[in-house]
């Protein structure tokens, strides 16, 4: 996160990003930032939604916030 | 004179990029660490030292080279931005990567699951920007977007045919960009 528009409601002392925060900033929970991050796939690419969710948990273990959450279900 | 930090940091870039050529002209699964590490003027043990297995390397590439397309993507898509400005953006950032993201294309069905997910990742950040603005009411976001990739990808996986010499997206990105916008104008959408 470089510019301000990326923080959650342009905080910049916020941790997370504006794709992980809720409406009223809060930062999303695993299970809501998994199911938007797999929704989004399925809206824009396609994908089944299984392999578009094994593709999200994937990428949210690269995350700092979601690092030790597992990759399969 | 170099800190030992740096010096450990300019080992590590100098395995990432010696990665990323090699990956690019032998392919993702025929290149050795062996011939990565020899590419990069290091010792095969200095090599697992940065990167204790082969798959935390070659996700590094990945992730680097798919930060590297995003963020053109995202930089480009200011407000106001039109879909063609865009879809140029996207093709000149691959373009920049052709030889390595063409490998990954054609290699992609054949590699773990942490690396399809990151070429996921990619096509992600870039389906954002291109369905930020008018071209989001489009119906079947899915479909649009697949038939841009699908046209891309096609030309990018038989480069030795449509662009024996040079680069195929210097030589066809504004045709594929040209078809694509005009399909788009055609069903009702904003370029």
Redesign the interface.
């Known amino acids: 996160m470089e510019k301000a528009e990326d923080f959650a409601m342009r905080d910049e002392s916020k941790e997370y990003c504006r794709f992980c925060a809720r409406p009223d900033g809060s930062m999303q929970d695993y299970s809501e930032k998994l199911e938007s991050m797999s929704d989004f796939i399925v809206r824009t690419q396609g994908l089944s939604s299984d392999a578009a969710r094994r593709a999200a948990r994937e990428m949210l273990s690269e995350l700092p916030a979601w690092k030790e959450m597992p990759k399969s279900n | 004179m170099a800190t030992r930090t740096e010096q450990k940091a300019a080992t590590r870039e100098s395995i990432i990029a010696a990665a990323e050529q090699l990956f690019g002209e032998k392919g993702l699964l025929s290149t050795t660490t062996a011939e990565i590490a020899r590419a990069a003027g290091v010792s095969h043990g200095a090599l697992f030292v940065h990167f204790p297995r082969r798959d935390d390397l070659q996700q590094e590439v990945i992730?680097r080279v798919g930060t590297r397309i995003a963020r053109a993507v995202h930089d480009a898509s200011t407000e106001g931005a039109g879909l063609e400005a865009i879809l140029r953006c996207h093709l000149n950032a691959i373009a920049a990567e052709e030889t390595f993201y063409s490998r990954l294309l054609a290699e992609g069905p054949m590699l773990g699951?942490?690396a399809?997910?990151?070429i996921?990742?990619i096509?992600?950040a870039v389906?954002?920007h291109l369905?930020a603005g008018e071209t989001g009411r489009l119906p079947d976001?899915?479909?649009w977007?697949?038939t841009w990739l699908g046209l891309v990808h096609h030309y990018l996986l038989n480069r030795d045919l449509f662009a024996p010499t040079g680069s195929v997206l210097e030589r066809y990105g504004e045709t594929l960009i040209a078809h694509f916008t005009g399909l788009v104008a055609r069903n009702g959408g904003k370029t």
């Open positions: 992730g699951m942490a399809r997910s990151a996921i990742g096509q992600s389906a954002h369905f976001m899915a479909l977007f697949n």
